[in-house]
C-alpha cells in the first residue's frame, strides 16, 4: 500500500524552529519529487515547496511566501523527507501535508500534521 | 493572491450536472489536476491530464480544458460528491513551481 505519513508538528513560539517528516512507503520513493502543502483552518490548500530526485539533482523549490525560512530535504536511505522551517510566524499556522507527484498530479497525500505557530 | 481563480461556491441539484471552473495562464500550457477535499479530510485527487481518473473515482467526475479554463464537471451529482474542489498546475513563472485555486465549495442540495 502506498502511504506517506507526517510527523513533528506541534506548538512552536513566533521566531521558533520546527523540523517535519514524511515517512513514505509502498512506492520507490528514490525515484520521487515530494512536495508539501499547507491549510490554514478554514482557508484553502497553499503549495509549500518540492524536491526532486537524485536524478534531478535533488532540486528544490519553494512559494515566495516561505522562501529563506523554510528547507526541504530528504533522505533516500530512510524513505523520508523534511521540511525545516524556520524563523516561523504565526501566519504558518496550519495543517502540513506531504505528497507525492506522478504524472503531474498529487496522487498520494499523507494525512497531515498540525504546526501551531502562538506566544 | 492565487494564480488560479476558482469560484468560491457552486451549488447543484441532487442528480443534476455542475461544472466547476479553473482559470490561469498557466492553463494554457499545462493540464489542471482536481481534488476533492471533505472536512477533517486530506485532498484526494479526482482528475488528473487531460482527462484520467485515478483508479476508485467514480466516472461521473470528468475533466476538460479550453484555452485559460480548466473545468471538472460532476455528471449527476451525489450528496457524498458535497465537498471542497482545488484545481492545482505549474505556474506561468517557467520556474515548475505548483500552485492551487482558491477553491469552490460545491453544495449538493
Known amino acids: 500500500e502506498v502511504q506517506l505519513v507526517e510527523s513533528g508538528g506541534g506548538l512552536v513560539q513566533p521566531g521558533g524552529s520546527l523540523k517535519l517528516s514524511c515517512a513514505a512507503s509502498g512506492f520507490t520513493f528514490s525515484g520521487s519529487a515530494m512536495h508539501w502543502v499547507r491549510q490554514a483552518s478554514g482557508k484553502g490548500l497553499e503549495w509549500v515547496g518540492r524536491?526532486?530526485?537524485?536524478?534531478?539533482?535533488?532540486?528544490?523549490a519553494y512559494a515566495a511566501s516561505v522562501k529563506g525560512r523554510f528547507t526541504i530535504s530528504r533522505d533516500d536511505s530512510k524513505n523520508t523527507a523534511y521540511l525545516q522551517m524556520n524563523s516561523l510566524k504565526t501566519e504558518d499556522t496550519a495543517v502540513y501535508y506531504c505528497t507525492l507527484l506522478r504524472e503531474d498530479a498529487f496522487d498520494i497525500w499523507g494525512q497531515g500534521t498540525m504546526v501551531t505557530v502562538s506566544s | 493572491s492565487s494564480e488560479l481563480t476558482q469560484d468560491p461556491a457552486v451549488s447543484v441539484a441532487l442528480g443534476q450536472t455542475v461544472r466547476i471552473t479553473c482559470q490561469g495562464d498557466s492553463l494554457r500550457s499545462y493540464y489542471a489536476s482536481w481534488y476533492q477535499q471533505k472536512p477533517g479530510q486530506a485532498p484526494v485527487l479526482v482528475i488528473y491530464?487531460?482527462?484520467n481518473r485515478p483508479s476508485g473515482i467514480p466516472d461521473r467526475f470528468s475533466g476538460s480544458s479550453s484555452g485559460n479554463t480548466a473545468s471538472l464537471t460532476i455528471t449527476g451529482a451525489q450528496a457524498e460528491d458535497e465537498a471542497d474542489y482545488y484545481c492545482n498546475s505549474r505556474d506561468s513563472s517557467g520556474n515548475h513551481l505548483r500552485v492551487f485555486g482558491g477553491g469552490t465549495k460545491l453544495t449538493v442540495l
Open positions: 491530464g487531460k482527462n
Open positions: 524536491i526532486r530526485s537524485k536524478a534531478n539533482s535533488y532540486a528544490t
